[in-house]
């Protein structure tokens, strides 16, 4: 049985995220310390709702991952893109529904760059 070329980077994706996302606490999200005093209310919201942690955990590790990928210029725009998104996350203040189309949103951007990578035949 073979698999398609998406379904097998998919995998691979998979494979490289699973231990990070195994070594996350609901302590920390993976962005941001949710033990600051100062948080705003979509990081208090995330941090209070494990669905958003996990939600925050697997795009800040899908980021991460790209940003070894890219080149540079590339990597700058995903990054000015990761700010312009976050600004919008916070827009939703406690929205739990917000924050999660908003994640859902991110998620779905970053593996279109990721499925967009050009890879050696």
Same mark, same amino acid.
Do not use: H
């Given at each position: 049985?073979?698999e ?5 980077? #998919?995998?691979?994706? %998979?494979?490289?995220?699973? =231990?990070? $996302?195994?070594?996350a606490s ?5 962005s !941001? /310390? ?5 948080l705003? #209310?979509?990081?208090? %919201?995330?941090?209070?709702? =494990?669905q $958003? ?6 795009m800040?590790t899908t !980021? /991460? ?7 540079m210029?590339?990597?700058?725009y995903?990054?000015?893109?990761q ?16 924050i ?14 990721y499925?967009?990578?050009?890879r050696?035949?």
């Amino acid at each position: 049985m073979s698999e398609s070329p998406a379904a097998a980077r #998919a995998l691979v994706f %998979a494979l490289l995220a699973a =231990p990070i $996302l195994a070594g996350a606490s609901t302590a920390n999200a993976a962005s !941001f /310390d949710c033990r600051k005093p100062d948080l705003a #209310a979509d990081e208090q %919201a995330i941090c209070q709702t =494990p669905q $958003l942690n996990d939600m925050d955990v697997k795009m800040v590790t899908t !980021f /991460d991952l790209l940003s070894g990928l890219l080149a540079m210029g590339a990597r700058g725009y995903m990054q000015d893109q990761q700010i312009k998104w976050l600004e919008q996350r916070g827009e939703c203040q406690s929205n739990l529904d917000c924050i999660a189309a908003a994640y859902a949103v991110r998620m779905a951007e970053l593996t279109s760059i990721y499925e967009g990578l050009q890879r050696p035949k």
